[in-house]
Protein backbone atom coordinates (compact mmCIF):
# COMPACT_ATOMS: atom_id res chain seq x y z
CA UNK A 1 0.00 0.00 0.00
CA UNK A 2 2.47 2.81 -1.34
CA UNK A 3 0.76 4.45 -3.61
CA UNK A 4 -2.52 6.80 -2.79
CA UNK A 5 -3.75 6.52 -6.32
CA UNK A 6 -2.94 2.55 -7.14
CA UNK A 7 -4.45 0.72 -4.45
CA UNK A 8 -2.16 -2.75 -4.67
CA UNK A 9 -2.45 -5.97 -2.32
CA UNK A 10 0.17 -4.96 0.74
CA UNK A 11 3.87 -6.52 -0.47
CA UNK A 12 6.43 -6.63 2.15
CA UNK A 13 6.03 -8.22 6.11
CA UNK A 14 6.04 -5.35 7.85
CA UNK A 15 3.20 -3.54 5.24
CA UNK A 16 0.95 -6.61 5.89
CA UNK A 17 1.59 -6.97 10.02
CA UNK A 18 0.88 -3.05 10.29
CA UNK A 19 -1.80 -2.89 7.65
CA UNK A 20 -3.79 -5.94 9.55
CA UNK A 21 -3.36 -4.13 12.91
CA UNK A 22 -5.00 -1.11 11.74
CA UNK A 23 -7.80 -2.55 10.06
CA UNK A 24 -8.32 -5.36 12.84
CA UNK A 25 -8.49 -2.18 15.01
CA UNK A 26 -10.97 -0.87 12.82
CA UNK A 27 -13.27 -3.82 13.20
CA UNK A 28 -12.59 -3.62 16.74
CA UNK A 29 -15.31 -0.79 17.20
CA UNK A 30 -18.60 -2.83 17.16
CA UNK A 31 -17.31 -5.50 19.37
CA UNK A 32 -15.61 -3.42 21.98
CA UNK A 33 -18.33 -1.55 22.32
CA UNK A 34 -20.85 -4.05 23.02
CA UNK A 35 -18.69 -6.46 24.99
CA UNK A 36 -16.60 -4.27 27.16
CA UNK A 37 -19.47 -2.85 28.92
CA UNK A 38 -21.29 -6.36 29.46
CA UNK A 39 -19.54 -6.62 32.79
CA UNK A 40 -21.23 -2.75 34.48
CA UNK A 41 -24.65 -3.37 33.43
CA UNK A 42 -25.61 -4.26 36.54
CA UNK A 43 -24.15 -1.25 37.84
CA UNK A 44 -25.48 1.17 35.06
CA UNK A 45 -29.13 -0.13 36.53
CA UNK A 46 -27.93 0.82 40.15
CA UNK A 47 -26.60 4.25 39.70
CA UNK A 48 -29.05 5.40 37.37
CA UNK A 49 -32.12 3.80 39.34
CA UNK A 50 -33.88 2.00 37.02
CA UNK A 51 -34.06 -1.84 36.00
CA UNK A 52 -32.40 -3.59 33.65
CA UNK A 53 -34.91 -3.65 30.41
CA UNK A 54 -33.99 0.35 30.70
CA UNK A 55 -30.49 -0.29 30.39
CA UNK A 56 -30.70 -3.21 27.72
CA UNK A 57 -32.12 -0.59 26.02
CA UNK A 58 -28.15 0.80 25.33
CA UNK A 59 -27.16 -2.01 24.02
CA UNK A 60 -30.15 -1.84 21.34
CA UNK A 61 -29.41 1.81 20.74
CA UNK A 62 -26.09 1.00 19.84
CA UNK A 63 -26.94 -1.78 17.84
CA UNK A 64 -29.38 0.45 15.50
CA UNK A 65 -27.03 3.01 15.73
CA UNK A 66 -24.41 0.72 13.97
CA UNK A 67 -26.79 -0.41 11.58
CA UNK A 68 -27.74 3.13 10.41
CA UNK A 69 -24.47 4.62 10.51
CA UNK A 70 -22.77 1.70 7.66
CA UNK A 71 -25.54 2.69 5.44
CA UNK A 72 -23.83 6.53 6.06
CA UNK A 73 -20.74 6.25 5.99
CA UNK A 74 -20.17 3.38 3.03
CA UNK A 75 -21.74 5.19 0.28
CA UNK A 76 -20.05 8.63 1.66
CA UNK A 77 -16.43 7.02 1.51
CA UNK A 78 -17.34 5.66 -2.21
CA UNK A 79 -18.00 9.36 -3.22
CA UNK A 80 -15.07 10.77 -1.53
CA UNK A 81 -12.67 8.38 -0.85
CA UNK A 82 -12.02 6.49 2.68
CA UNK A 83 -10.08 8.65 4.57
CA UNK A 84 -12.27 11.10 5.31
CA UNK A 85 -14.95 9.66 6.83
CA UNK A 86 -13.08 7.49 8.11
CA UNK A 87 -11.84 9.95 10.44
CA UNK A 88 -15.05 11.50 10.71
CA UNK A 89 -16.22 8.52 12.23
CA UNK A 90 -12.97 8.24 14.91
CA UNK A 91 -13.84 12.05 15.78
CA UNK A 92 -17.57 11.13 16.52
CA UNK A 93 -16.67 8.17 18.13
CA UNK A 94 -14.22 9.21 20.74
CA UNK A 95 -16.33 11.91 21.48
CA UNK A 96 -19.41 9.93 22.32
CA UNK A 97 -18.09 7.52 24.28
CA UNK A 98 -16.67 10.87 26.38
CA UNK A 99 -20.30 11.94 26.91
CA UNK A 100 -21.46 8.71 27.84
CA UNK A 101 -18.54 8.77 30.49
CA UNK A 102 -20.50 11.51 31.74
CA UNK A 103 -24.03 11.04 30.85
CA UNK A 104 -26.52 12.31 34.05
CA UNK A 105 -29.26 9.51 33.27
CA UNK A 106 -29.97 6.33 31.36
CA UNK A 107 -31.98 8.37 28.57
CA UNK A 108 -28.87 10.53 27.66
CA UNK A 109 -26.80 7.38 28.16
CA UNK A 110 -29.44 5.72 25.25
CA UNK A 111 -29.41 8.34 22.91
CA UNK A 112 -25.37 8.75 23.05
CA UNK A 113 -25.09 4.92 22.37
CA UNK A 114 -26.99 5.51 19.43
CA UNK A 115 -24.55 8.11 18.48
CA UNK A 116 -21.43 5.82 19.33
CA UNK A 117 -23.09 3.35 17.21
CA UNK A 118 -23.05 5.53 13.89
CA UNK A 119 -20.27 7.14 14.30
CA UNK A 120 -17.74 3.97 14.92
CA UNK A 121 -19.81 2.44 12.09
CA UNK A 122 -17.56 4.40 9.65
CA UNK A 123 -14.82 2.56 10.68
CA UNK A 124 -16.51 -1.09 10.67
CA UNK A 125 -17.65 -0.32 7.20
CA UNK A 126 -15.19 1.33 5.53
CA UNK A 127 -12.40 -1.26 7.06
CA UNK A 128 -14.28 -4.12 4.60
CA UNK A 129 -14.35 -1.37 1.82
CA UNK A 130 -10.55 -1.09 2.19
CA UNK A 131 -9.56 -4.43 1.94
CA UNK A 132 -11.45 -5.32 -1.04
CA UNK A 133 -10.28 -2.57 -2.68
CA UNK A 134 -6.87 -4.11 -1.98
CA UNK A 135 -7.45 -7.81 -2.65
CA UNK A 136 -9.59 -9.50 -4.45
CA UNK A 137 -10.78 -13.45 -4.84
CA UNK A 138 -8.81 -15.92 -2.43
CA UNK A 139 -6.70 -12.99 -1.34
CA UNK A 140 -9.63 -11.23 0.31
CA UNK A 141 -11.81 -14.35 1.47
CA UNK A 142 -7.92 -15.13 3.36
CA UNK A 143 -7.98 -11.36 4.89
CA UNK A 144 -12.12 -11.38 5.82
CA UNK A 145 -10.95 -14.81 7.79
CA UNK A 146 -7.93 -12.76 9.39
CA UNK A 147 -10.16 -9.96 10.37
CA UNK A 148 -12.60 -12.99 11.67
CA UNK A 149 -10.14 -13.13 14.51
CA UNK A 150 -10.60 -9.80 15.82
CA UNK A 151 -14.62 -10.65 16.19
CA UNK A 152 -13.82 -14.24 17.83
CA UNK A 153 -11.93 -12.75 20.27
CA UNK A 154 -13.84 -9.83 21.13
CA UNK A 155 -16.64 -12.32 23.49
CA UNK A 156 -13.42 -14.10 25.71
CA UNK A 157 -11.26 -11.45 25.48
CA UNK A 158 -13.61 -7.73 26.14
CA UNK A 159 -16.02 -8.97 29.11
CA UNK A 160 -12.97 -9.89 30.91
CA UNK A 161 -11.22 -6.68 30.62
CA UNK A 162 -13.90 -5.08 30.92
CA UNK A 163 -14.65 -6.92 34.67
CA UNK A 164 -11.00 -6.45 35.74
CA UNK A 165 -11.54 -2.71 34.63
CA UNK A 166 -14.41 -2.23 36.81
CA UNK A 167 -12.13 -3.53 40.13
CA UNK A 168 -10.00 -0.06 39.38
CA UNK A 169 -13.18 2.35 38.39
CA UNK A 170 -16.98 2.42 37.84
CA UNK A 171 -18.94 2.07 34.76
CA UNK A 172 -18.05 5.68 33.40
CA UNK A 173 -14.30 4.48 33.30
CA UNK A 174 -15.15 1.78 30.87
CA UNK A 175 -16.66 4.59 28.40
CA UNK A 176 -13.27 6.63 28.99
CA UNK A 177 -11.32 3.28 28.06
CA UNK A 178 -13.18 3.77 24.63
CA UNK A 179 -12.65 6.86 24.28
CA UNK A 180 -9.02 6.45 24.50
CA UNK A 181 -9.25 3.79 22.15
CA UNK A 182 -11.16 5.71 19.93
CA UNK A 183 -8.28 8.56 19.77
CA UNK A 184 -5.35 5.70 19.65
CA UNK A 185 -6.72 4.32 16.59
CA UNK A 186 -7.57 8.10 14.96
CA UNK A 187 -3.71 8.70 15.20
CA UNK A 188 -2.60 5.33 14.23
CA UNK A 189 -4.78 5.40 10.78
CA UNK A 190 -3.70 9.17 10.19
CA UNK A 191 -0.15 7.79 10.62
CA UNK A 192 -0.88 4.29 8.77
CA UNK A 193 -3.44 4.56 6.46
CA UNK A 194 -3.08 5.46 2.80
CA UNK A 195 -5.88 6.57 0.51
CA UNK A 196 -6.78 3.27 -1.51
CA UNK A 197 -9.80 4.87 -3.41
CA UNK A 198 -8.64 6.75 -6.25
CA UNK A 199 -10.66 9.64 -7.75
CA UNK A 200 -11.05 7.80 -11.07
CA UNK A 201 -12.44 4.79 -9.05
CA UNK A 202 -15.28 6.94 -7.16
CA UNK A 203 -18.99 7.06 -7.46
CA UNK A 204 -20.63 10.72 -8.11
CA UNK A 205 -22.18 11.71 -4.49
CA UNK A 206 -25.62 12.05 -3.81
CA UNK A 207 -29.06 11.00 -2.89
CA UNK A 208 -30.05 9.99 -6.10
CA UNK A 209 -26.81 8.19 -7.27
CA UNK A 210 -27.02 6.40 -3.45
CA UNK A 211 -30.37 5.29 -4.10
CA UNK A 212 -29.42 4.02 -7.18
CA UNK A 213 -26.44 2.20 -5.89
CA UNK A 214 -28.51 0.16 -3.75
CA UNK A 215 -31.14 -0.05 -6.52
CA UNK A 216 -28.35 -2.01 -8.32
CA UNK A 217 -27.04 -4.14 -5.33
CA UNK A 218 -30.76 -5.15 -4.50
CA UNK A 219 -31.17 -6.19 -7.96
CA UNK A 220 -28.37 -8.65 -8.27
CA UNK A 221 -29.82 -11.52 -7.30
CA UNK A 222 -26.84 -13.42 -6.54
CA UNK A 223 -25.38 -10.48 -4.28
CA UNK A 224 -28.74 -10.44 -2.63
CA UNK A 225 -27.97 -14.27 -2.25
CA UNK A 226 -24.48 -13.71 -0.42
CA UNK A 227 -26.00 -11.04 1.76
CA UNK A 228 -28.85 -12.97 2.89
CA UNK A 229 -27.58 -16.44 3.74
CA UNK A 230 -24.36 -14.46 5.48
CA UNK A 231 -26.90 -12.34 7.71
CA UNK A 232 -28.71 -14.86 8.51
CA UNK A 233 -25.93 -16.82 9.87
CA UNK A 234 -24.60 -14.16 11.43
CA UNK A 235 -27.88 -13.39 13.19
CA UNK A 236 -26.73 -16.62 15.52
CA UNK A 237 -24.14 -14.74 17.09
CA UNK A 238 -27.53 -12.74 18.30
CA UNK A 239 -29.45 -15.61 19.40
CA UNK A 240 -26.60 -17.56 20.95
CA UNK A 241 -25.80 -14.62 23.10
CA UNK A 242 -29.33 -13.87 23.87
CA UNK A 243 -30.18 -17.24 25.07
CA UNK A 244 -26.88 -19.15 26.33
CA UNK A 245 -26.50 -17.20 29.47
CA UNK A 246 -30.15 -18.51 30.30
CA UNK A 247 -30.04 -21.63 29.20
CA UNK A 248 -26.59 -22.72 30.70
CA UNK A 249 -26.67 -20.96 33.98
CA UNK A 250 -30.62 -20.76 34.52
CA UNK A 251 -31.27 -24.31 33.28
CA UNK A 252 -28.35 -26.60 33.59
CA UNK A 253 -26.90 -24.80 36.65
CA UNK A 254 -23.31 -23.61 35.28
CA UNK A 255 -21.68 -21.14 37.37
CA UNK A 256 -20.76 -17.82 36.14
CA UNK A 257 -17.07 -18.99 35.69
CA UNK A 258 -17.97 -22.10 34.17
CA UNK A 259 -20.29 -20.14 31.55
CA UNK A 260 -17.45 -17.82 30.38
CA UNK A 261 -15.08 -21.22 29.86
CA UNK A 262 -17.73 -22.17 28.03
CA UNK A 263 -18.41 -19.14 25.99
CA UNK A 264 -15.09 -19.02 25.76
CA UNK A 265 -14.63 -22.45 23.62
CA UNK A 266 -16.75 -21.80 21.58
CA UNK A 267 -15.35 -18.29 20.43
CA UNK A 268 -12.41 -20.45 20.31
CA UNK A 269 -14.45 -22.85 17.36
CA UNK A 270 -15.11 -19.44 15.69
CA UNK A 271 -11.55 -18.43 15.77
CA UNK A 272 -9.94 -21.70 14.69
CA UNK A 273 -12.77 -22.38 12.06
CA UNK A 274 -11.81 -18.48 10.05
CA UNK A 275 -7.91 -19.42 10.02
CA UNK A 276 -8.79 -23.36 8.87
CA UNK A 277 -10.67 -21.68 6.32
CA UNK A 278 -7.96 -19.21 5.13
CA UNK A 279 -5.31 -22.39 4.91
CA UNK A 280 -8.14 -23.78 2.55
CA UNK A 281 -8.82 -21.07 0.31
CA UNK A 282 -7.14 -21.36 -2.72
CA UNK A 283 -7.20 -25.05 -2.72
CA UNK A 284 -11.10 -25.30 -2.22
CA UNK A 285 -13.07 -23.21 -3.92
CA UNK A 286 -14.76 -20.21 -1.74
CA UNK A 287 -18.59 -21.15 -2.53
CA UNK A 288 -17.62 -24.44 -1.43
CA UNK A 289 -16.44 -23.59 1.75
CA UNK A 290 -19.18 -21.06 2.46
CA UNK A 291 -22.03 -24.40 1.68
CA UNK A 292 -20.04 -26.38 4.04
CA UNK A 293 -20.30 -24.13 6.63
CA UNK A 294 -24.00 -23.29 6.43
CA UNK A 295 -24.42 -27.18 6.06
CA UNK A 296 -22.60 -27.63 9.68
CA UNK A 297 -24.73 -24.85 11.11
CA UNK A 298 -27.86 -26.18 10.02
CA UNK A 299 -27.08 -29.96 10.94
CA UNK A 300 -26.17 -28.38 14.41
CA UNK A 301 -28.99 -26.45 14.78
CA UNK A 302 -31.10 -29.14 14.07
CA UNK A 303 -29.64 -31.30 16.67
CA UNK A 304 -29.31 -28.72 19.06
CA UNK A 305 -33.61 -28.41 18.60
CA UNK A 306 -34.10 -32.33 18.55
CA UNK A 307 -31.60 -32.26 21.93
CA UNK A 308 -33.20 -28.88 23.37
CA UNK A 309 -37.22 -30.58 22.60
CA UNK A 310 -36.42 -34.75 23.55
CA UNK A 311 -34.10 -33.56 26.65
CA UNK A 312 -31.20 -36.32 25.29
CA UNK A 313 -27.56 -35.75 26.54
CA UNK A 314 -28.11 -33.27 28.79
CA UNK A 315 -25.52 -30.58 28.86
CA UNK A 316 -23.36 -32.37 25.97
CA UNK A 317 -26.94 -32.32 24.08
CA UNK A 318 -26.26 -28.30 24.12
CA UNK A 319 -22.91 -27.04 24.26
CA UNK A 320 -21.82 -29.69 21.31
CA UNK A 321 -24.45 -28.34 19.28
CA UNK A 322 -23.43 -24.80 19.73
CA UNK A 323 -19.83 -25.59 19.51
CA UNK A 324 -20.29 -26.94 16.34
CA UNK A 325 -23.21 -23.79 15.33
CA UNK A 326 -20.05 -21.58 16.12
CA UNK A 327 -17.48 -23.77 14.36
CA UNK A 328 -19.85 -23.09 10.41
CA UNK A 329 -20.01 -19.77 11.13
CA UNK A 330 -16.01 -19.14 10.94
CA UNK A 331 -16.48 -20.68 7.41
CA UNK A 332 -19.31 -18.44 6.43
CA UNK A 333 -18.82 -15.16 7.48
CA UNK A 334 -15.34 -14.77 5.44
CA UNK A 335 -16.26 -16.33 2.48
CA UNK A 336 -20.03 -14.74 1.95
CA UNK A 337 -18.18 -11.24 2.78
CA UNK A 338 -15.70 -11.96 -0.20
CA UNK A 339 -18.30 -13.15 -2.81
CA UNK A 340 -20.86 -10.69 -2.12
CA UNK A 341 -17.74 -7.67 -2.34
CA UNK A 342 -16.28 -9.33 -5.70
CA UNK A 343 -19.80 -8.63 -7.26
CA UNK A 344 -19.27 -4.89 -6.85
CA UNK A 345 -15.76 -3.53 -7.15
CA UNK A 346 -16.61 -0.25 -7.51
CA UNK A 347 -19.17 0.41 -4.71
CA UNK A 348 -17.37 -1.63 -2.08
CA UNK A 349 -18.66 1.00 0.21
CA UNK A 350 -22.24 0.97 -0.55
CA UNK A 351 -22.21 -2.64 -1.11
CA UNK A 352 -20.06 -3.45 2.29
CA UNK A 353 -22.36 -0.63 3.84
CA UNK A 354 -25.34 -3.28 3.10
CA UNK A 355 -23.88 -6.15 4.29
CA UNK A 356 -23.39 -4.72 7.66
CA UNK A 357 -26.47 -3.35 7.89
CA UNK A 358 -28.24 -6.34 7.27
CA UNK A 359 -26.04 -8.17 9.55
CA UNK A 360 -26.48 -6.22 12.68
CA UNK A 361 -30.40 -5.24 11.93
CA UNK A 362 -31.14 -9.28 11.68
CA UNK A 363 -29.30 -9.76 14.57
CA UNK A 364 -31.28 -7.07 16.38
CA UNK A 365 -34.75 -8.81 14.98
CA UNK A 366 -34.00 -12.30 15.77
CA UNK A 367 -32.04 -11.58 19.26
CA UNK A 368 -35.75 -10.81 21.47
CA UNK A 369 -37.13 -13.53 19.94
CA UNK A 370 -35.42 -16.18 22.35
CA UNK A 371 -37.34 -15.03 24.89
CA UNK A 372 -40.74 -14.87 23.93
CA UNK A 373 -41.53 -18.58 25.66
CA UNK A 374 -39.71 -17.51 28.80
CA UNK A 375 -36.29 -18.40 30.15
CA UNK A 376 -36.84 -21.67 31.64
CA UNK A 377 -36.44 -23.72 28.63
CA UNK A 378 -33.72 -23.91 25.74
CA UNK A 379 -36.30 -24.67 22.98
CA UNK A 380 -36.49 -20.90 21.95
CA UNK A 381 -33.07 -20.57 21.28
CA UNK A 382 -32.93 -24.10 19.47
CA UNK A 383 -35.72 -23.22 17.42
CA UNK A 384 -34.61 -19.91 16.25
CA UNK A 385 -30.99 -20.91 15.53
CA UNK A 386 -32.70 -23.72 13.53
CA UNK A 387 -34.87 -21.39 11.25
CA UNK A 388 -32.37 -19.53 11.02
CA UNK A 389 -29.98 -21.56 9.46
CA UNK A 390 -32.08 -23.86 7.26
CA UNK A 391 -33.19 -20.58 5.61
CA UNK A 392 -30.03 -19.26 4.76
CA UNK A 393 -29.15 -22.44 3.42
CA UNK A 394 -32.18 -22.29 0.97
CA UNK A 395 -31.57 -18.48 0.73
CA UNK A 396 -27.83 -19.32 -1.04
CA UNK A 397 -29.33 -22.51 -2.71
CA UNK A 398 -32.35 -20.26 -4.22
CA UNK A 399 -30.60 -16.95 -5.21
CA UNK A 400 -27.35 -17.93 -6.46
CA UNK A 401 -28.06 -20.45 -8.56
CA UNK A 402 -26.65 -20.19 -11.81
CA UNK A 403 -29.10 -18.22 -14.08
CA UNK A 404 -29.38 -20.21 -17.68
CA UNK A 405 -28.48 -16.74 -19.80
CA UNK A 406 -25.69 -15.07 -17.74
CA UNK A 407 -26.34 -11.06 -17.79
CA UNK A 408 -22.98 -9.16 -18.69
CA UNK A 409 -22.60 -8.55 -15.41
CA UNK A 410 -21.95 -11.48 -14.32
CA UNK A 411 -19.80 -12.87 -17.06
CA UNK A 412 -17.42 -9.35 -16.45
CA UNK A 413 -17.45 -9.49 -12.57
CA UNK A 414 -14.01 -10.40 -10.91
CA UNK A 415 -12.25 -13.49 -10.59
CA UNK A 416 -13.28 -14.71 -7.71
CA UNK A 417 -16.67 -16.15 -9.80
CA UNK A 418 -14.07 -17.70 -12.28
CA UNK A 419 -12.63 -20.22 -9.52
CA UNK A 420 -16.35 -21.18 -8.17
Known sequence: ?????????????????????????????????????????????????????????????????IALGQLLAGPVSDAI???????????????????????????????LRFIQGLTGAAGVVIARAIVRDLYS????????????????????????FGGQLLRATSWRGVFLVLALVGAAIGVVTAVRLHETLPPERRRPGGLRDTGRAFGELFSDRVFVGYAVSGSLAFSTIFTYISGSSFVLQGIYGMSPQTFALAFGLNACGL?????????????????????????LMAAASLALLVTAGAHLLGLAGILV????????????????????????????????????????????????????????????????????????????????????????????????????
Open 271 to 295: VGATQINRRLAGSVPIKTLLVAGLV
Open 1 to 65: MTSVAAPVAVETRWQRLSFFLVIGALTAFAPLSIDMYLPALPSIASDFHTGPSAVQLTLTAFVAG
Open 321 to 420: PLFLVMTGLGFVIPNSTALALSRHPRAAGTASALLGAMQMGSGAVVAPLVGIAGSGTALPMAVVMAALGLTAVVSLVVLTRPARVPPPAVRECSAIDAQR
Open 81 to 111: GRRRPLFVGIAGYTVASLLCAVAPNVFALTG
Open 137 to 160: GIAAARYFSLLMLITGLAPILAPT
